[in-house]
């Protein structure tokens, strides 16, 4: 395109602005709404795209208890190296024997590459440790570095310390490594003792800086992003990985409390499943476990909701046989039924004890249990119903969460829905990866039946039924799968129906949540991160002015029916074909006595609008948050430029009018953006 034809572009496009027509809003309020759970916008989180070892997890060593498969995944050995099966934990029983080479110049050693890499910072300490023994009795010493393999000058050491190590028996050993500058690949060697034979168990390094400054803790940036989002409810361990490929592969919490040394290893479910981006040494230490994601509720504010096993394995990977019959299910059963006990009970019950042991002798008080993920038909409905009975009958307070499958329409979506009803579950997961026309409403079937897909999906269910829960939900754009600008817009449109909504929708959480840039198999997704930076995608940020802004209770907000003639009728704001692509909610928040709106403008052209602000009079000063973007709709947040679409803080002046002073807000919202107004009562 040259400059003639450009200027013509935006000639066109300043004259569409300037002519389109201004969609006039009345917002009661006065008359206050349903209320707004403090669920509504969350958290969900699966172990996928080494969102857990190698992303949350602030764990830096791979495999460090040699339990993989190949039990020296993730390590290179020099010298008299042999793997031992006797030790001091039962659920990991392996460790490595370092010898003597009988040599002067020939050592003992064992290197950990971690995943992809270690990322270390210049002047900052790490904490090491290591389970060891002298098996003959005596004094070892082990000598510890930090290095740069790909280093071109004299010394690969970014940092070393050593361990002295006594005795027969297995005891717990550390020491603090603070390397001189930052490196984002680092390797950790351990050095045998050259003379005496030495055990190693469990070697293990962790950033002193965790969150929280837990010594099993999490990644302080990529969990101060959660935290950043102010969720109201963290959906947890997944996903898929809650089935397993197979019932043995299955995500087992009971594995995943107690000593972190004792934890066993698990097959992620999704380590072979995407041929197309493959990591065969993708599993899961569960040292980022149930008793941890409790923890990050309590941090967070929010509550808990883990999501346990029906029995099934995944319905897509397997047929009837794989699956637990009707009369196995009573250790599944008894799953979910302790693991309340481990959430809710005393200290002295046998799961609160598990609890108390570890720290945390108070209940975190748990509310909600999912039970199934993404299950579908009679063999979900079937086996359901003993949990919900057995659920309800010794903890009649908890919210049961079932699903309707991986549909978000259709014939098997809607039985899944009777069923649920039938079992009177108290939310319903939906699931939707969708395309642009779905979120933006325009999506038909086959048959070319519009399906109830947008922001008006809500408007109308069922209001005697269970609530939904809005459980993985993402805009998959056409041929653009990944966290462009565009389609975070469109998640925004359809959050207004969301919100709009509150009296059906309790909760709801996009998905996937982590990304590694080298480990990713899944897109798009919500925070990505290398090894030591990170940056957050276009839709968090949509979440977060969601999160932050969500209110007390709803508003009415509607505009009058162009299809009206004589202009009595009104609709909500919300259609991609009467209006223009405009959609808008609003809501009160009772602790700032705010009224909040939310304007989502979906089109290419800049939007006129005027907002009445009914029952409310004189000249205020609205306070605006904006998401916007200046270049193009594919543009996407990176490493290198975390910051180029990022909400912006402004004001708006909104005038009186008329003989009653009635308070109204005029402004022009910009093509492809998501604006909020906060006007005090």
């Known amino acids: 395109m040259n400059l003639k034809q450009i200027s013509c572009a935006f000639a066109l496009m300043a004259s569409l602005s300037a002519s389109a027509q201004q969609h006039v809003m009345d917002v009661n309020t006065k008359k206050l709404g349903a209320p707004v759970s403090s669920t509504m916008y969350g958290l969900f989180f699966e172990d996928i795209n080494y969102a857990a070892d190698g992303g949350l997890y602030a764990e830096l060593v791979k495999n460090r208890s040699f339990e993989f498969p190949n039990p020296y995944t993730g390590w290179d050995i020099s010298g008299k190296v042999t793997l031992m099966n006797d030790g001091p934990f039962d659920k990991n029983p392996h460790y490595v024997r370092l010898a003597p080479s009988g040599h002067r110049d020939k050592h003992t050693m064992i290197e950990n590459h971690g995943f992809f890499g270690m990322g270390v910072k210049g002047g900052e300490e790490y904490r090491f440790s290591i389970w060891a023994r002298v098996p003959d009795g005596g004094n070892a010493k082990l000598w510890i570095d930090l290095v740069d393999n790909a280093t071109m000058g004299d010394d690969q050491k970014l940092g070393n310390a050593s361990v002295d190590v006594s005795g027969k028996e297995w005891k717990k050993y550390t020491a603090i490594l603070k390397p001189n500058r930052t490196f984002a690949k680092a390797h950790l060697r351990v050095w045998g003792d050259s003379h005496v034979t030495t055990d190693v168990e469990h070697v293990s390094l962790f950033p002193v800086n965790t969150y929280k400054g837990r010594e099993n803790g999490m990644r302080q940036d990529l969990a101060k992003a959660l935290e950043d989002l102010h969720p109201g409810v963290f959906r947890f361990p997944g996903g898929c990985i809650v089935e397993g490929t197979d019932l043995a592969t299955r995500y087992q919490w009971k594995n995943t409390v107690g000593p972190v040394e004792n934890r066993p290893l698990n097959e992620n479910r999704w380590h072979y499943t995407f041929t197309n981006r493959y990591f065969p040494d993708y599993f899961q230490t569960y040292g980022l476990g149930f008793f941890e994601f409790f923890q990050l509720c309590e941090d967070f504010g929010c509550e808990p909701l883990p999501v346990l096993s029906v029995g099934l394995a995944c319905q897509f990977q397997n047929g009837d046989d794989a699956h637990a019959k009707m009369d196995e299910l009573q250790p599944f059963i008894d799953d979910c039924l302790d693991l309340i006990e481990f959430a809710n009970g005393p200290a002295d019950s046998k799961w609160g004890k598990v609890r108390a042991d570890m720290g945390h002798p108070a209940p975190f008080n748990m509310k909600y249990l999912g039970i199934g993920n993404e299950q579908w038909d009679t063999p979900y409905y079937e086996r359901l119903k003993p949990f919900v009975k057995a659920v309800r009958e010794k903890y009649p307070n908890i919210k049961i969460v079932g699903t309707s499958g991986p549909d978000s329409e259709g014939a098997m979506f809607e039985k899944g829905w009777v069923a649920m009803k039938d079992q009177k579950a108290d939310l319903v997961d939906e699931h939707f990866y969708r395309n642009e026309e779905w979120f933006l409403g325009k999506a038909k079937d086959r048959d070319g039946n519009k ?162 602000l009914l029952d409310m009079k004189g000249e205020r000063t609205a306070q605006t948050i904006t998401l916007k973007h200046a270049g193009s709709p594919n543009d996407e947040n990176t490493l290198d430029n975390p910051q180029m679409i990022r909400p912006e803080n402004g004001t708006l002046a909104c005038s009186a009018t008329g003989k009653k002073q009635q308070t109204e807000l005029n402004d022009r919202v910009p093509r492809l953006s998501f604006r909020i107004y906060k006007i005090k009562k």
């Open 451 to 612: 399906l109830n897909c947008g922001a008006l999906r809500y408007d109308s269910y069922d209001r005697k039924g269970p609530k939904v829960f809005a459980g993985e939900y993402a805009c998959h754009g056409r041929g653009k799968k990944w966290n462009h600008y565009e389609t975070s817009i469109y998640e925004a449109a359809f959050m207004t129906g969301i919100e709009r909504n509150a009296d059906i929708v309790e909760m709801a959480t996009y998905a996937p949540l982590f990304a590694h840039v080298e480990g990713w198999q899944w897109r798009p997704d919500m925070i990505w991160y290398d090894n030591l930076r990170t940056f957050n995608s276009v839709s968090y940020y949509v979440q977060q002015m969601y999160a932050m802004n969500k209110g007390t209770n709803v508003l009415s907000l509607t505009t009058k029916d162009p299809a009206d003639a004589k202009g009595k009728k009104t609709i909500p704001v919300a259609g991609q074909d009467v209006l223009d692509g405009l959609h808008a909610t609003a809501v009160y928040e009772k602790s700032t006595n705010e009224v909040i709106i939310k304007v989502v403008n979906t089109s290419m052209q800049d939007q006129p609008i005027k907002i009445n």
